[in-house]
C-alpha cells in the first residue's frame, strides 16, 4: 500500500500489510518514522498518522524482533534503543535479549537513559523515578554522571529526597554539576540546613563550585533568615570574583531583602553595574517584603527611567506598592501602562490578581469585578483576591455567589484562603447554618486541621453566639498559636463570659509570657463592670510593663475599660495624661465609651472640654455620639447647638449625621424639626426613611409612620418592619399588623430575632397572646429579644408565674440576661403581686447575673411594693439608693401613695418632686387629687390655682381602637 495510516485502533492495516516481508530497508524506514523528529520528508515514504507510539513500539516487538532474530539484520541496534528507552516496560527485556553491545550501543544506551529522563514528557512521581533507576541499574548506566545527575534531580521533584540523597553518597566521583543537583535537592525538599552541610562537604572535598553552587546557598540563606549565612556567601563571591554575575547580585538582592536587612540589598542593588529586569523586580519585592511599598514605587519609577522595560513581575509589584499605599490614581497610570505594554490582565494572571487586590483595597470595586470578569485564565489566587475584595466592600453576599461559581467551574478547587474568607463572612453576617456547611466542606477537603480555619471557625462560632462550640474547637485542636488564644478570649467576651475570658488569659500567660497588642484588646473587653475593675487595672500595670502605654488604640481601649467599669475618673485621667490631645479618636473613646454605658451627661461633658481643649477638629462619629446623648437626655436646645455646629463645620449635610438629628429631634419630642431634615436631605437612604419612622412612632404619631411606610423608595429591612410593627403595637391594630407579618414572611425575615421579638409584642399587645405564644415556640433561634419580649407578654397580661417559668428556661438555655429582661420580669412580678420573688430576683440582679440596677428596675420595685400598700417600705428602698434616686423613682412612689391615700407621704414625696421638676404639672395634679381624696378642698383649690398662675398643663390622654381591620 502506497500511504499508511497509523493511529488507535488502526494497527490492523500495518498487520496485514506486506510490511512485515522482513526486509531491513523497510525496519530501518519504519525505525526512522518511530523516531521522536517523525518520518523523513521522502515523498516515497509519506504517511498521515495520529501517532501511538507506545501501541506501535509493541506491534514491533512482537511482529518483527522477537521471531526474526532482527538484531542479525541490523547490526549496532542502536536505533531501535533509542526508540524502545522510551517505554521502560519493555526496555530491559530488549536490552537482555541483544546477542552483543558493541561501544555504540553501550553510549546509545547511555545517552537515551539521559535524555529519557530529561525529556519533556518524564512526569515526575515515585513511579517513573523508580522505573528509570531500575533502567539506569540495569544497562549500567550509574556510573554515566549526566544520567546519575538526572536521577537525583527525578526523585528530588518526586519528594523522595532520601532516594536523591542515597543514589548521591553510592557516586565515588563527583563533579560540580553533581553537588549542584544534590544542593538543588536539599533546598527543593527545604532541608536547607542539610544544603548548607553538603556545600561544606564540597568545598572540604575540594572539587570547587561555580555561581550555580552560590545562587542555591544563597536561596537556602533566604529561607532560613540567616543573613550571617548569606554575608559569607557573599564574601565568598566577592573574593573568587563571581559577583560579576548579575544572576548572582540578584540573588543576593533578593537574599537579603528576604533576611530582613533591606540596607544591605539597597546597597548591593546601587552597586550593580549592570542591572536587568530581575534586578529591579528583586528590589521592589524586597521593598514590599519589608513593608516599604513607598521605596518600591520609588525604584519602579527609576526602572522607567533607566530604559529597561516592565514585565509583568514589576508591574505586579507596582500595582501592590500602590495598593498597600492606597494610591488609586498611581495604580489606574501603571494599569493603562500595562495595556500599552501588552500584559493584559486576561492572560497575564499575576497582573490581574494585583489589580484586583488594588481595586478592592481603594473601595473601587466595580473596576476589580470588571478585570476578573476578562481574566481568561484564572487560579486559585484570583479567586480569592475577587472574595477578599467583596468581603472588605461590605458585598458579604457577592463573596457566598462567587464560591458557588467557582465550584461550578470546577477546573479550579477552593483552597485554605478561601475558606478562611466564606468562614468570615459567615461570622460577619452571623450566618450559623452557612458556616456550618463550610466546615463540613473543609472537613470532607482534609483541610479541618490548618490552624488558620481553626482560628476562623472559633471566631465565626463566637459571634454566632455558639462560644460552647468555639470552645470545643479551641479545646480540641492539635496546635495553637497566639491568634488561637486571643479569638477564643475575645468569644467568650462578646458573649458575656467575662470570668472564662479572664481565666484563659491568665492560662495564656503561663503558656506565653510574651503577648501581643490583640491579646489586650481581648481580655480587656472581659472588663464591663465595677466587679471587673480591680482585674482591669492589672491589666493596665501589665500593659506598662510591656511598653504598649503609648499606643493610641491600646489608650482608648483602657479607657472603654474604666468607662465600663463605672471608674469615669480613671478614663478622663487616661485622657489627659496622653500626649497626642489634639487626637479626635481619643476624645471619641470617651465620648462613645459614656454612650455605651448610659452615661450621657458625661458624654456631653467631655464633648464640651473637647470643644474647649486643644481639640478643634469633629468627625462624624463626634457628632453622631453627642447628638445621640441629647435625644436620650431629650435636651433639645443642646441638640439644637450641636446641629448649628454641624452645619458650620461642613458635616452637617453627611447622612449619618442628617440621621441622627431627625433621631434627636424625634426622642426630643419635636417631630416638626425631624420632618424638616429628613425633607431637606438630599440622599436619603433607608436607615433615614427608618429614623423618621421610628421617630414618629415614638411620638405616638403611629398612624403618620403607616402613611410614610407606605410611601417607602426602597425595600424595607429588618429595622423598618421592627419600627412599623412598633406602630401598629401602639394603635392596637391587629389588622395592619397581621399584613406586616405576612410581610415579613414573603421577604423571609420570619427567623430574623429581632422580627420575632416585635411581633410578639405586637400579637401580646393587641390581646393575642395565644398566637404570640405559637411564634415564640416556633422561633428557631431564640434570642435574648425574644426572650424578654415574652416575658413581658405574660407581664402584660398578668400571668407572673409564667413570666418565671419563661426566665428560668431562659436562663438554662444559656441565654445571657440583659437590663430588659429584668424590666420584663420585675414588672410581671408587680403585676402579679409576686412581692417576694420580685425582691429577690432585683437583689440577685448584680450578684448572680452581673446586670448593674438602672432606674428602670428601681421604679418597677417602687411601683411594686406601692401596689401591695409597702409604702413605708417603698420609701425606705427610694431613700437607701445610691447615688439619689432620680425623680422618676419618686413619681412611681408618689403614684402608690396617690393610689393607697397616704396623704402625708405623699405630701412629702410632692415636695422633693417640686424641687427636682418644678415645670411638671403631672406631680401637681397628683398631690390635688389626693388632697381632693381626703376631702382638703382647700388644699386641693390653692394647688390648682398654683398650676394655673405658672402656667403648667398636663399633656392630654387618649384612647384608640381598631375599626374594620381586626
Known amino acids: 500500500m502506497g500511504i499508511w495510516e497509523v493511529g488507535a485502533g488502526r494497527t490492523k492495516t500495518i498487520e496485514g500489510s506486506s510490511f512485515w516481508s522482513h526486509s531491513p530497508e523497510n525496519i530501518k524506514n519504519f525505525i ?38 532482527f538484531f542479525t539484520i541490523i547490526p549496532n541496534a542502536y536505533p531501535v534503543l533509542y526508540l524502545g528507552l522510551r517505554y521502560f516496560c519493555s ?119 561555580d555561581s550555580t553552587t552560590l545562587l542555591l546557598i544563597m536561596s537556602a540563606s533566604s529561607y532560613m533568615k540567616h543573613v550571617k549565612q548569606g554575608r559569607a556567601i557573599h564574601n565568598l563571591s566577592v573574593k573568587t570574583g563571581m559577583l560579576s554575575d548579575v544572576s548572582l547580585c540578584n540573588a543576593l538582592t533578593d537574599m537579603y531583602a528576604k533576611c530582613s536587612d533591606l540596607s544591605s540589598s539597597e546597597c548591593v542593588f546601587v552597586e550593580m553595574e549592570c542591572k536587568d529586569v530581575v534586578s529591579w523586580n528583586s528590589i521592589m519585592s524586597g521593598c514590599l517584603y519589608n513593608s516599604h511599598p513607598e521605596r518600591s514605587l520609588r525604584y519602579f519609577k527609576e526602572m522607567a527611567f533607566s530604559g529597561e522595560q516592565a514585565d509583568c513581575v514589576s508591574l505586579s509589584c507596582a500595582i501592590t506598592a500602590s495598593s498597600c499605599l492606597g494610591e488609586l490614581v498611581t495604580g489606574q497610570a501603571i494599569h493603562t501602562l500595562r495595556i500599552k505594554l501588552g500584559y493584559n490582565s486576561s492572560s497575564h494572571v499575576s497582573v490581574g490578581n494585583s489589580l484586583i487586590s488594588l481595586y478592592s483595597e481603594c473601595g473601587d470595586i466595580e473596576p476589580a469585578e470588571t478585570v476578573f470578569r476578562e481574566m481568561i485564565h484564572k487560579d486559585v489566587i484570583s479567586w480569592n483576591a475577587m472574595m477578599e475584595g467583596f468581603e472588605s466592600n461590605g458585598k458579604v453576599y457577592e463573596v457566598l455567589e462567587l464560591l458557588f461559581e467557582m465550584q461550578l467551574v470546577g477546573d479550579i478547587q477552593p483552597d485554605i484562603v478561601t475558606i478562611v474568607t466564606v468562614i468570615k463572612v459567615c461570622a460577619e453576617m452571623m450566618m450559623l447554618r452557612e458556616g456550618k456547611t463550610v466546615h463540613g466542606f473543609a472537613i470532607r477537603k482534609q483541610m479541618g486541621d490548618e490552624l488558620s480555619f481553626v482560628n476562623s471557625l472559633i471566631n465565626m462560632y463566637s459571634k454566632c453566639n455558639s462560644v460552647k462550640k468555639a470552645e470545643i474547637l479551641f479545646n480540641s485542636s492539635i496546635e495553637r498559636d497566639l491568634v488561637s488564644w486571643n479569638t477564643m478570649i475575645s468569644g467568650y467576651s462578646l458573649n458575656r463570659y467575662y470570668k472564662e475570658a479572664q481565666l484563659l488569659f491568665k492560662e495564656l500567660l503561663h503558656w506565653c509570657s510574651v503577648c501581643s497588642l490583640s491579646t489586650s484588646f481581648a481580655v480587656l473587653s472581659s472588663c464591663s463592670s465595677p466587679k471587673s475593675l480591680h482585674f482591669g487595672k492589672s491589666i493596665h500595670c501589665w500593659q506598662l510593663k510591656l511598653g504598649f502605654s503609648d499606643h493610641i488604640l491600646l489608650v482608648n481601649s483602657l479607657m472603654y475599660m474604666y468607662i465600663n467599669c463605672g471608674e469615669l475618673t480613671g478614663a478622663f485621667s487616661l485622657l489627659q495624661e496622653i500626649s497626642t490631645l489634639d487626637n479626635v479618636d481619643c476624645w471619641n473613646s470617651v465620648i462613645v465609651g459614656c454612650m455605651r454605658n448610659d452615661h450621657f451627661q458625661e458624654a456631653l461633658e467631655t464633648f464640651n472640654f473637647m470643644r474647649e481643649g486643644p481639640c478643634f477638629s469633629y468627625d462624624i462619629i463626634t457628632f453622631v455620639s453627642v447628638l445621640s446623648a441629647c435625644g436620650n437626655l431629650e435636651l433639645l436646645p443642646k441638640g439644637k447647638s450641636i446641629h448649628g455646629l454641624a452645619l458650620k463645620s461642613s458635616l452637617g449635610s453627611h447622612i449619618r449625621v442628617q440621621n441622627s438629628l431627625v433621631t434627636m429631634y424625634g426622642r426630643c419630642g419635636d417631630i416638626e424639626s425631624a420632618r424638616s431634615v429628613f425633607n431637606f436631605s438630599s440622599n436619603r437612604n433607608l436607615c433615614s426613611w427608618n429614623c423618621l419612622i421610628s421617630a414618629l412612632s415614638q411620638n405616638k404619631e403611629s398612624r403618620e409612620a403607616m402613611k410614610l411606610f407606605r410611601c417607602l423608595l426602597f425595600e424595607p429591612n429588618e429595622i423598618t418592619l421592627v419600627s412599623i410593627l412598633s406602630a401598629c403595637t401602639q394603635i392596637g391594630v391587629l389588622g395592619h399588623g397581621k399584613q406586616i407579618h405576612g410581610h415579613v414572611f414573603r421577604s423571609g425575615f420570619q427567623d430574623n430575632s429581632f422580627i420575632s421579638a416585635a411581633l410578639l409584642d405586637m400579637y401580646s399587645n393587641c390581646g393575642r397572646l395565644d398566637i404570640a405564644i405559637q411564634i415564640f415556640r416556633h422561633s428557631t433561634d431564640k434570642s435574648v429579644a425574644a426572650w424578654n419580649s415574652m416575658i413581658s407578654a405574660y407581664a402584660y397580661h398578668g400571668n407572673g408565674r409564667k413570666a418565671i417559668e419563661t426566665f428560668n428556661e431562659m436562663c438554662k438555655s444559656g441565654t445571657t440576661a440583659t437590663k430588659s429582661t429584668f424590666i420584663s420580669l420585675l414588672s410581671a412580678c408587680s403585676h402579679s403581686g409576686l412581692v417576694s420573688e420580685g425582691l429577690q430576683y432585683y437583689n440577685y440582679m448584680f450578684d448572680k447575673y452581673g446586670v448593674q440596677p438602672t432606674t428602670e428596675h428601681q421604679v418597677c420595685v417602687v411601683d411594686m411594693l406601692g401596689r401591695s400598700g409597702k409604702l413605708n417600705e417603698a420609701y ?27 396623704i402625708e407621704l405623699g405630701r412629702k414625696i410632692a415636695e422633693l418632686l417640686f424641687q427636682l421638676e418644678p415645670e411638671n404639672a403631672g406631680y401637681y395634679i397628683s398631690l390635688s387629687n389626693m388632697y381632693v381624696a381626703a376631702g382638703s378642698w382647700k388644699d386641693a383649690v390653692e394647688l390648682r390655682t398654683l398650676v394655673e398662675d405658672q402656667g403648667l398643663k398636663k399633656r392630654a390622654g387618649y384612647s384608640l381602637i381598631d375599626v374594620g381591620l381586626g
Request: hydrophobic share 40%.
Open 32 to 69: 526512522t518514522f518511530l523516531r521522536p523528529g517523525g518520518p523523513p520528508s521522502s515523498p516515497s515514504f509519506s504517511l498521515r498518522f495520529c501517532l501511538n507510539r507506545n501501541a506501535l513500539f509493541s506491534l514491533l516487538h512482537k511482529r518483527v524482533i522477537l521471531p526474526t532474530g
Open 91 to 209: 526496555v530491559v527485556q530488549l536490552f537482555e535479549e541483544l546477542p552483543y553491545r558493541d561501544r555504540y550501543v553501550q553510549d546509545a544506551q547511555f545517552h537515551r537513559v539521559h535524555d529519557v529522563i530529561k525529556s519533556s514528557t518524564m512526569r515526575p512521581n515515585i513511579v517513573t523515578a523508580t522505573v528509570a533507576h531500575c533502567l539506569a541499574f540495569q544497562i549500567g548506566a550509574l556510573a554515566h554522571l549526566p544520567t546519575s545527575t538526572s536521577l537525583i534531580t527525578i526523585y528530588s521533584k518526586a519528594g523522595d529526597f532520601g532516594s536523591s540523597r542515597n543514589l548521591f553518597e553510592e557516586i565515588h566521583y563527583r563533579d560540580v554539576i553533581l553537588w549542584n543537583s544534590i544542593i538543588a535537592a536539599s533546598v527543593e525538599n527545604r532541608c536547607f540546613g542539610t544544603a548548607m552541610n553538603f556545600f561544606v562537604k564540597m568545598i572540604k572535598e575540594e572539587t570547587g563550585f
Open 876 to 902: 425606705a428602698f427610694t431613700k437607701g439608693l445610691h447615688p439619689h434616686p432620680n425623680s422618676g423613682v419618686w413619681g412611681a412612689l408618689l403614684s402608690a401613695c396617690n393610689y393607697h391615700g397616704e
